[in-house]
């Protein structure tokens, strides 16, 4: 009993010496905060101001310390301006928590927190964003959660806060925190238990396979487990469309990382074939991309060139596709996309060429 107590007085204390010190090392909710000068008292070091670039250190306003920074929107910007802060080396799979305190005096302003995921990971779903601002004339809270599965664990596990101003007027930001809320592992003892779950709706447990398998793929590296789970959503929710392409397209990268290009690309013709409305722009891009899928089996299928040049004569009719498709639609509200599949038509009639010759040559 007098140990727990000496050691409620010791944090307590240690606290207060934080306070004093003028260093924030912990969120307002206690966890570690991952940002460093995150009240901004050491200048804007560590911050980024992008965007506008109408940012600036504030010494007028402030919620902690004696300084905040300072986002001036004025008339006309159509993209706002923020502060973005990045943390490193996080533990893919967990849940992560980005807090800021914000300042207006004006609705004629609005701020909001994001959290960005660095790296190159293929989800679609790219970021994480908060309520916008809902008072004024005061310090208000402003937060977000997000799942650092969505980051490409090869880049380290970064993820990047943002404190974002859009609108005309000014606000003033204080006080930033990333914090970690879940470890992987507890995420994933919670997924499971919802998956364990007999009554659960389908649409939940779903959800909760989906979340487990990208964990599995990202976090611990178990790509047996991951397919098994992405597939669980595909069997528990094969109308829902969204969740699907999701499972699908975790599915497709986890053949990839398992360097199985068949499968892959029968990953990438059932997207096409059962999600996707011909004539569409959706149709397209999925057209584009089981190109793509092709041409990278023919490239892992040399030197067996017959099958290969089967692989790309395919990719061909394809990307001819693809084109084809958002020509009809609008040429020229597609015109990138259109070229970026004239492109990989070039590329892979040189191909073709290429392995032809090669094959002579053998
Ligand atoms: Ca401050």
Redesign the pocket.
Known sequence: MKLRVKTAKYYVLKSALMVFMGTAPFSDGGAENLLSNS???EGTAGWVNFWGETGSLSTER???????ARINQFEGRPHGSGWAQTAEGLEVGAIYRADAHVYRNVDTVTAHVWIVPQGNFPYPRASTTSEKTQTTGTWELISCEMPARMIDSWQGGSLMVHVLAEGTGEVWV??VSLSQVKTAMRQKAELATVIAFPIAPAAKKAQAYLDRGEISFAGARDLDSALTDFGEVLRLVPEDTNTCLLALSGVLETYRRQNDFSNATRVVRQIVDDYTFAGTADHAKEVTKFGNALVEEADHLVPNYAEALQRLDEATNLYQRAITTYTAIDAAAHKVAIEIAEDKLIAVRQDIKEYRADDGNK
């Open positions: 009240g901004f008292e402030f919620r902690t310390g004696t300084k905040s204080d006080d």
